[in-house]
Nanobody, 115 residues
């Protein structure tokens, strides 16, 4: 059974930084494209970034490009999201998953950007 455990969220002032982590299990992590998503209050879950199995290829949503960096450590079954120059509109619950996903989601980690 696939499992995802996200961590690293918190309350940060605008312009600050956070590093999120996600430990995945129950599937062949090293062979899988991984992604981060986020869901703001009252909104649908949106894709943020993804990284290929090799760690070489990455893609970002326009709203985070240049500020967020996705990376992975397949030896640790972990995917990271480094977030810089955070904005209030980045406030959301952040989730990771494989691509394509099969319906299993973790509890997410809350990121709140506020002064």
């Amino acid at each position: 059974q696939e499992q995802f455990v996200e961590s690293g969220g918190g309350l940060v002032q605008p312009g600050g930084s956070l590093m999120l982590s996600c430990i995945a299990s129950g599937f062949a992590f090293s062979d899988s494209t991984m992604a981060w998503y986020r869901q703001a209050p009252g909104k649908q879950r949106d894709w943020v970034a993804n990284i290929g199995s090799s760690g070489i290829y990455t893609n970002y949503a326009g709203s985070v490009k240049g500020r967020f960096t996705i990376s992975r450590d397949s030896a640790k079954n972990t995917v990271y999201l480094n977030m810089d120059r955070l904005k209030p509109e980045d406030t959301a619950v952040y989730y990771c998953n494989r691509v394509p996903n099969y319906g299993s989601w973790g509890q997410g980690t809350q990121v709140t950007i506020s002064s």
